[in-house]
């Protein structure tokens, strides 16, 4: 089907090509290379942070900022119920439990209101997901944190570029990952950062991505700490500085897209999105993501995005909570709430197309194909 659209491409529109053949030519295709450096620190400045430290993907990302923090078995962790399943599980890496809050549902964020309740004398850390390219209200994320002595990572895997008063994402904790997988605003293919102002933590981190090889001195042999492997390479540290130099192109077409999805689905009813407020917020719309009221639309979810894909545009289900995912459960996480916001975007919410580079005709095609689906 030559005009199918799918739900999302990268958009590789800068010197992603020249820099990796650079990075071929040059013999320099690992860990090493001029492109990890200027890439970590051209990403520290785009986030205005003092430390940057690029990782193999945004999930090792997460669960290297918690071991940087000495997070391990006996402590809990306060996430988001509504999230990529990524977030759980770098918590379980460090034997630590995840504890799950419901999503606000307006926001589809954390419920700041909820955290509270979750939190024991065996918490350690909030870790906010900025959804969909959207921050969290990290002012009360932060003022409970201080109240209970907890660390707050930022998970901003996509939310590259978004801004909480005028601050950008993974400037507002004590840490920030971000994940550069192909459907991101900005990617590498594969890829991460984790991000911080803090030196002595940046260190560690440095550190425990690389084996705990020593940090300084000549290569000897010796560890005196369990490491990983966790380093991204020069060829994908490449592409991300050449998606950089064109990040704020990339973040005007995802906000520009989404515009013109409101404008399109306008005044039909039973189709909802995320709410914030523009003043406080700069939301990047990873996603075009929606929820729809399977009554007042006349169709489930389900039935849409078949009637969508009929019709030449691809679409995908929100995420499943992670109150409800086996391998948590048989982990030893607990699930003593109904999780109900959560389980409205999971059973009723779908994701558009969503690539940067998507036209207005596009865009406009979906949405007719959306509104003929209604009853
Ligand atoms: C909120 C969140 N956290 C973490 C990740 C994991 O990133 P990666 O796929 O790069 O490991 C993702 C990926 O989509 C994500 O959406």
Redesign the pocket.
């Known amino acids: 089907m030559t005009d199918f659209i799918p739900v999302c491409e990268p958009s590789l529109l800068g010197n992603e090509k020249k820099y990796v053949l650079d990075a071929v030519e040059s013999g320099w295709i690992s860990s090493a290379g001029k492109y990890v450096s200027e890439f970590e620190t051209q990403f520290a400045e785009f986030c205005g942070v003092d430390h940057a430290i690029g990782v193999c993907?945004?999930?090792?990302?997460?669960h290297l900022a918690l071991v940087s923090l000495g997070i391990g078995k006996g402590d809990e962790v306060i996430i988001p119920n509504f999230?990529?399943i990524?977030?759980a599980f770098?918590v379980c890496y460090t034997g630590a439990t995840p504890v799950f809050v419901d999503a606000d549902p307006n926001t589809w964020n954390i419920d700041v209101n909820k955290i509270e309740e979750k939190i024991t004398k065996n918490t350690k850390a909030i870790i906010p997901?900025h959804?969909m390219g959207l921050i969290c209200n990290m002012d009360e994320i932060n003022r409970i944190a201080k109240k209970y002595s907890l660390y707050v990572v930022e998970?901003a895997?996509?939310a590259h570029g978004a801004t909480f008063q005028g601050k950008k994402s993974g400037s507002l904790g004590d840490i920030a990952?971000f994940?550069?997988?192909a459907?991101?605003n900005l990617t590498t293919g594969?890829?991460?950062m984790v991000i911080t102002n803090n030196k002595e933590l940046a260190l560690k981190i440095k550190y425990y991505k690389n084996l705990c090889f020593p940090l300084e001195g000549a290569r000897e042999y010796n560890h005196d700490d369990i490491g990983f492997n966790y380093r991204i390479s020069n060829l994908h540290s490449a592409i991300g500085l050449a998606q950089l130099e064109k990040a704020e192109h990339y973040t005007d077409l995802r906000i520009k897209n989404f515009k013109l999805y409101e404008k399109f689905l306008m005044g039909i009813e039973g189709i909802y999105t995320q709410v914030w407020d523009e003043k406080i917020y700069k939301h990047v719309h990873w996603m075009n993501a929606f929820y729809i009221d399977p009554k007042k639309f006349g169709r489930s979810r389900d039935e849409l995005m078949s009637i969508l894909r009929e019709n030449g545009v691809d679409s995908r289900k929100l995420f499943t909570g992670m109150h409800a995912q086996l391998s948590l459960k048989k982990y030893g996480c607990k699930v003593d709430n109904e999780y109900d916001s959560t389980m409205n975007l999971s059973q009723n919410g779908l994701y558009l197309p969503s690539s940067s580079h998507l036209t207005e005709v596009q865009i406009e095609k979906v949405c007719e194909v959306l509104k003929r689906a209604k009853k």
Do not use: L, P, Y
Request: proline share 0%; aromatic share 8%.
């Open positions: 993907n945004g999930t090792v990302a997460i999230t990529m990524a977030t770098a997901v959804i998970d895997a996509e990952t994940s550069f997988f459907n991101k594969e890829g991460g």
